[in-house]
């Protein structure tokens, strides 16, 4: 299994960047995929996760509003637009995959897992101006 990201860059706070992925060795049509990021001294934080059946889609408070998952199960690829950037979204960011997304969901918030089977080699975004 391959998870190929690309897309990251150097971005002014409230730019914009979309990441891709490209996915080999496996289908998307059966495997759920998400994005992971991790700061420098922080620990790693689920973003963002589509399922499989319904493509349900869940994200972190933390960029909720502003991130937007999608996937093309034809072309085997998953992006993550990504709006209105702050420095705090300064991070590496994997695409990750796995069979199914775990996030929790509560009246104070929701969070997603940053646990999962594969992942691919992370490509660095840097918001600052």
């Known amino acids: 299994v391959q998870l190929q990201a690309s897309g990251g860059g150097l971005v002014q706070p409230g730019g914009s960047l979309r990441l891709s992925c490209a996915v080999s060795?496996?289908?998307?049509?059966?495997?759920?995929i998400g994005w992971v990021r991790q700061a420098p001294g922080k620990e790693r934080e689920g973003v963002s996760c589509?399922?499989?059946?319904?493509?349900?889609?869940y994200y972190a408070d933390s960029v909720k509003g502003r991130f937007t998952i999608s996937r093309d199960n034809v072309k085997n690829t998953v992006y993550l637009q990504m709006n209105s950037l702050q420095p705090e979204d300064t991070a590496v960011y994997y695409c990750?995959?796995?069979?199914?997304?775990?996030?929790?969901?509560?009246?104070?918030?929701?969070?997603?897992?940053?646990?999962?089977?594969?992942w691919g080699q992370g490509t660095q975004v840097t918001v600052s101006s």
């Open positions: 990750v995959t796995d069979l199914t997304c775990r996030a929790t969901i509560t009246a104070k918030g929701s969070s997603v897992s940053a646990k999962y089977a594969y």
């Open positions: 060795g496996l289908s998307l049509n059966y495997y759920a």
């Open positions: 589509m399922g499989t059946s319904d493509g349900s889609e």
